[in-house]
């Protein structure tokens, strides 16, 4: 198992990570902050993972030209031999409208890998394939394919086909992060829509139900049916993740919503 920013990503999201409000924008998001409580799932037998502990926060919010996305965890992972190792990320991105542009800065510091800042940026052409390029590698160019995803057109995608009742949903999809692990592709199923109870009060961006969402991630070099993880969950249609679920295979990591909020979408000439 490899720990990095986009593993615990709603593309959330922007995975997850917006209502029929005034709020509400192109591709049925709606603009919010939500921050979410995150708690060990469910663990393997021999898995030197024994408990996880941490906190989220997630905000998806207009500018005049696109969507800017800002995600903050961090998480605590508590070993078998009764040490510790934290995790303390900031993830900030910008993706234009047209879905062919996308930026990235992020900022971490653990426990095993020390501070690292880096960022990048990716262009993509009308057929959306194109090139993107990192600070930590300045003369690499990664290739992207045609059919490209950026993380909000992707949740667009999604939500698109959920509202339709498209069950899956194939993608290649650029999150950004370090070089080997910002291209990759996925394979989602949307289950049936669902209606319970809150957990929480939602205020204004509480929809009648969600759809189960399930999207699996892999390298795109891939020649096995495992992916490298995938992330379960709750989404309105307006994009807010009630709770989320990341699977690496020998531990899970669990995440319910404690909060959100709305944000007013900017004047814009």
Request: hydrophobic share 40%; net charge negative; charged share 25%.
């Amino acid at each position: 198992m490899k720990l990095t920013n986009q593993s615990c990503l709603l593309s959330l999201a922007v995975i997850g990570f917006g209502a029929t409000t005034q709020l509400a924008t192109a591709g049925g998001i709606t603009a919010h902050k939500a921050f979410y409580e995150m708690r060990l799932g469910d663990r393997v037998q021999n898995s030197n993972i024994v408990n996880v502990v941490g906190r989220s926060a997630f905000v998806v919010e207009r500018d005049c030209d696109g969507w800017v996305s800002v995600e903050d965890y961090m998480i605590e992972f508590i070993n078998d031999n009764g040490g510790s190792d934290r995790i303390l990320s900031h993830f900030e991105s910008w993706e234009a409208d047209s879905g062919d542009k996308f930026s990235f800065d992020v900022t971490e510091d653990s426990t095993f890998l020390g501070r690292k800042d880096f960022g990048g940026f990716a262009d993509l052409s009308s057929t959306y394939n194109g090139s993107a390029f990192f600070s930590l590698e300045p003369e690499a160019e990664l290739e992207l394919p045609e059919g490209t995803y950026f993380p909000v057109r992707h949740l667009e995608s999604i939500l698109d086909a959920a509202d339709s009742g498209k069950t899956m949903m194939a993608a290649t999809i650029f999150t950004g992060g370090e070089p080997d692990d910002a291209l990759m592709t996925t394979s989602t199923v949307v289950g049936g829509w669902q209606v319970e109870d809150d957990a929480i009060d939602l205020g204004g961006l509480r929809e009648d139900g969600f759809w189960p969402i399930q999207v699996a991630y892999f390298k795109p070099s891939a020649t096995t049916a495992e992916p490298e993880y995938e992330i379960k969950f709750s989404m309105q249609p307006n994009g807010v993740v009630r709770n989320y679920v990341i699977d690496y295979g020998d531990f899970s990591i669990a995440a319910d919503l404690t909060r959100i909020e709305d944000i007013e979408e900017p004047v814009c000439r």
